[in-house]
């Protein structure tokens, strides 16, 4: 079985500063992870993934995220933060042994909160 | 039209009517998922279609029925839902196999479905 978790229901950063998002996962393979942000009465977005090569990856609107497999980890991270950051960010996984269609495994989600 | 689209964007029904949901997506991809969104909840994987076969059902009550008459069009079918069904309907596709696979699942808007 895979899970994903998000420790955090909320963020509160102020504008300018950095910020972190947590998410720590569990995969019996490889694993796949990915990160989505949802804004209000929207889908999900995608913002990037990790599925092999450096552990620094990089993705919209100037996220990263680094992948550190000996603390199972995918922590969301940008330099400086911005109001429109705000929104539900999701962290997700999927096992790199799986079939043709995906079967992504999402955590609870945390909400970010980004003031002046 | 880009990316995924469905239709209605809102939907109120009442426990005896009978409804059903669309999506549609322009990616050419070959992978296609119904997701249910609820308050408080992690996001729930219902159903998978890999080349419009079904491949996985999550264990999801029979008054749901999907249907994926080929690899760009899926629908769900609704009938006597219960108010707890009242939640945030997402669909989403991915492109799995191929030159083009690329793993991330692109979500559409959702459809916000209250049952009264």
Redesign the interface.
């Known amino acids: 079985a895979q899970s994903v978790a998000q420790p955090e229901d909320q963020v509160n950063v102020a504008e300018g500063n950095p910020l972190t998002v947590k998410c720590t996962y569990s995969v019996s393979g490889n694993p ?1 992870l ?1 990160w ?1 942000v949802q804004y209000p ?6 913002l990037l ?1 990790y ?1 092999t090569g450096d552990n620094l990856v990089k993705g919209s609107y100037g996220f990263e995220a680094e992948f550190n497999k000996s603390q199972t980890s995918f922590h969301l991270k940008k330099p400086s933060a911005l109001v429109s950051d705000s929104a539900l960010y ?1 962290c997700a996984v ?1 096992d790199a042994n799986t ?6 495994t ?4 945390t909400r970010l909160q980004v003031t002046l | 039209e880009t990316g995924v689209t469905q239709t209605p964007r809102h939907l109120v029904m009442g426990m005896t009517n009978k409804k059903s949901l669309k999506c549609e997506q322009h990616l050419g991809h070959n992978a296609m998922y119904w997701y249910k969104q609820s308050a408080k909840k992690p996001l729930e994987l219902m159903f998978v279609y890999n080349f419009k076969e079904q491949t996985e059902n999550n264990s999801v009550p029979s008054r749901f029925s999907p249907e994926c008459p080929n690899s760009s069009h899926l629908f769900l079918h609704l009938h006597t839902l219960q108010p707890e069904d009242s939640a945030l309907y997402l669909c989403a596709s991915s492109q799995e196999v191929g030159e083009g696979r690329a793993y991330e699942q692109y979500f559409g808007p959702g459809t916000r479905l209250t049952v009264t």
């Open positions: 796949y990915f989505y009465n929207r889908g999900l977005q995608f993934k599925i999701f999927r079939g043709t269609a995906s079967k992504l999402f955590g609870t989600g």
